[in-house]
């Protein structure tokens, strides 16, 4: 089982108009794993459902370099939404917005979890 960078964008609006949520987290192949925001950006690491609270969920992507199984937002168990999946070749650098089709408030304790395979 190797690692991989998961990345990629969700995108918001609500209280605090449009918000993009950058996304990078280095994850083990077979594990799900939560993704959270990218530091670069985000100044820590924080969970999605932290980071965009009330805001909208409308759409985004999420990125592997060999390919994700699935990429959802949980909360306590349950799926509240799914997020499209791409996957990265030699050369590529995601993918552009998709619509998230069931799109939800964000809320403390949301969580994307992934899981990827080499």
Do not use: H
Not at 6 to 35: A, D, F
Not at 106 to 112: A, F, I
Request: with cysteine; proline share 3%.
């Amino acid at each position: 089982m190797g690692t991989q960078v998961v990345t990629g964008k969700l995108c918001t609006r609500g209280p605090k108009g449009y918000l993009e949520v950058p996304l990078e987290t280095t994850v083990t192949s077979g594990t799900q794993t939560e993704v959270k925001t990218d530091s670069t950006f985000s100044v820590t690491s924080q969970s999605v459902g932290i980071y965009a609270e009330r805001q909208t969920l409308t759409g985004g992507w999420v990125s592997a370099k060999t390919g994700i199984i699935y990429a959802a937002i949980i909360n306590n168990g349950i799926v509240r939404a799914v997020i499209p999946i791409t996957s990265r070749t030699a050369g590529a650098s995601g993918s552009s917005d998709m619509v998230v089709m069931n799109q939800i408030t964000l809320n403390p304790g949301d969580q994307l979890m992934v899981d990827c395979y080499d």
